[in-house]
C-alpha cells in the first residue's frame, strides 16, 4: 500500500515539476527572487549554520564582508533551485550551452583507455555536471555517472534520479560504489564517475583528517580507494559560474597514477583545490551544509587509539 501510495505521489508531484519547468529560466529566477527574503529573512533557512561557517572558515574577514557573502549565498541558492527545476525538461541543446566544459581535449584522449575519477564540491551547480556525457566522445563501453547518498524520501529520490539520468549520467547508490566499479574494471569496462566529497564522513568512514577552510576536517577517501584499485585517472573540476544561468568546468588532470601517490595524499590535494575555488568566490559554496559537526577533537576523545591519516602541515 505504501508502494502504491508513492507512486501515485511520485507521478502527481512528477508532473507539477515538469510544468513549472517549461518555464523559461527567466521566470524561474523572478520566482526565486521573489522567494529570497522569504528563506533569509522569514524562515531563515539555517542561517544560524550559515553564519557559523563562514565566521570559523574567513576569520580575516569583516562583519560587513560576512554578511555580504551570506546574503549572496542566499540569492545563488535560489538560483540552483530554480536551475535544478529547469534541469527537469531542459534539452541538450540548451544544457550544452549553459553548462560547457574545458580540458575536454585532456579527457577524451584519456578515457578511450582509463577509467576516470571525477572529484567535484558542491560548489556552482553541481546538479548540471551530469551532463558531462554530452561532451564525450568514443563512449563504447564506458560507464558515465556519479554516485549519490539515496534521499530519505523515495519519492524525491526518484524524482532527482529521473532528473540526472536525462544526460546519460548514471546514478550509483554510494554504499554499491566499489562493488559496482570493480565490476565494472574487471569486465573490461571503463568508467567516468563522479564523486561529491566535501560531505561529512560517518564516523565509520573518518580514515583522514586535513586542513581545509581553516578547519581540521575529515574528507571522504573513497574516490581515491577506488582509483587506486581500479587504476583510473583522476580529474578536479574546477567550476566557475560565468554569468547567472551560465557555469563552465575546468577538467584539470590530478594523476594518472593514483598507486603512486601516498595513501590519502590525492584526497588532501583535492581539499587544496576544492578550498582554492571556496576562497575566489565563496558564495557559491553550500554554506547551509552543516560541515564540521563531526571534529578533530570528537574524534581524539572517541577515538584515543585512532589511526586516521592526518595531513596538517599546512
Known amino acids: 500500500m505504501k508502494d502504491f501510495l508513492n507512486n501515485i505521489l511520485y507521478y502527481i508531484i512528477f508532473g507539477i515539476w515538469y510544468v513549472i519547468s517549461l518555464l523559461p529560466l527567466r521566470v524561474l529566477y523572478f520566482?526565486?527572487?521573489?522567494?529570497?527574503?522569504?528563506?533569509?529573512?522569514?524562515?531563515?533557512?539555517?542561517?544560524?549554520?550559515?553564519?557559523?561557517?563562514?565566521?570559523?572558515?574567513?576569520?580575516?574577514?569583516?562583519?560587513?564582508e560576512l554578511t555580504k557573502i551570506e546574503k549572496e549565498f542566499y540569492h545563488f541558492f535560489c538560483d540552483y533551485v530554480m536551475e535544478t527545476v529547469k534541469m527537469f525538461?531542459?534539452?541538450e541543446k540548451e544544457m550544452k550551452r549553459r553548462m560547457t566544459f574545458g580540458g575536454m581535449d585532456v579527457v577524451n584522449q584519456i578515457h578511450p583507455h582509463k577509467s576516470c575519477v571525477l572529484y567535484l564540491g558542491?560548489?556552482?551547480?553541481?546538479?548540471?555536471?551530469?551532463?558531462?556525457?554530452?561532451?564525450?566522445?568514443?563512449?563504447?563501453?564506458?560507464?558515465?555517472?556519479?554516485?549519490?547518498?539515496?534521499?530519505?524520501?523515495?519519492?524525491?529520490?526518484?524524482?532527482?534520479?529521473y532528473s540526472r539520468y536525462r544526460f546519460k549520467s548514471n546514478n550509483i547508490e554510494m554504499f554499491s560504489a566499489l562493488r559496482t566499479l570493480v565490476k565494472c574494471t574487471r569486465e573490461g569496462k571503463r568508467f567516468m564517475i563522479g564523486f561529491i566529497s566535501d560531505q561529512s564522513p560517518n564516523w565509520n568512514f573518518v580514515n583522514m583528517w586535513t586542513n581545509f577552510l581553516n578547519h581540521k576536517t575529515a574528507l571522504f577517501v573513497g574516490a581515491e580507494n577506488i582509483a587506486k584499485m581500479t587504476?583510473?585517472?583522476?580529474?578536479?573540476?574546477?567550476?566557475?559560474?560565468?554569468?547567472?544561468?551560465?557555469?563552465?568546468?575546468?577538467?584539470?588532470?590530478?594523476?594518472?597514477?593514483?598507486?603512486?601517490?601516498?595513501?590519502?595524499?590525492?584526497?588532501?590535494?583535492?581539499?587544496?583545490?576544492?578550498?582554492?575555488?571556496?576562497?575566489r568566490v565563496p558564495q557559491y559554496w553550500l554554506w547551509s551544509h552543516n560541515r564540521w559537526k563531526r571534529t578533530y577533537e570528537q574524534y581524539v576523545e572517541r577515538y584515543p587509539d585512532g589511526t586516521a591519516v592526518l595531513h596538517f602541515d599546512k
Open 89 to 91: 525538461s531542459m534539452s
Open 231 to 279: 587504476d583510473a585517472a583522476v580529474f578536479y573540476i574546477d567550476m566557475k559560474r560565468v554569468k547567472r544561468g551560465y557555469y563552465h568546468g575546468e577538467f584539470i588532470l590530478m594523476t594518472d597514477k593514483p598507486k603512486s601517490y601516498p595513501n590519502y595524499e590525492l584526497t588532501a590535494e583535492y581539499g587544496r583545490y576544492l578550498e582554492d575555488s571556496i576562497k
Open 122 to 161: 558542491h560548489y556552482c551547480n553541481w546538479e548540471w555536471v551530469a551532463s558531462i556525457p554530452l561532451h564525450l566522445k568514443n563512449t563504447d563501453g564506458l560507464l558515465p555517472g556519479q554516485i549519490y547518498h539515496k534521499l530519505e524520501n523515495p519519492v524525491f529520490d526518484r524524482l532527482f534520479l
Open 31 to 64: 520566482i526565486g527572487d521573489l522567494f529570497y527574503p522569504l528563506i533569509y529573512n522569514v524562515i531563515g533557512y539555517r542561517r544560524k549554520i550559515v553564519r557559523k561557517n563562514l565566521v570559523e572558515s574567513f576569520p580575516e574577514k569583516s562583519e560587513d
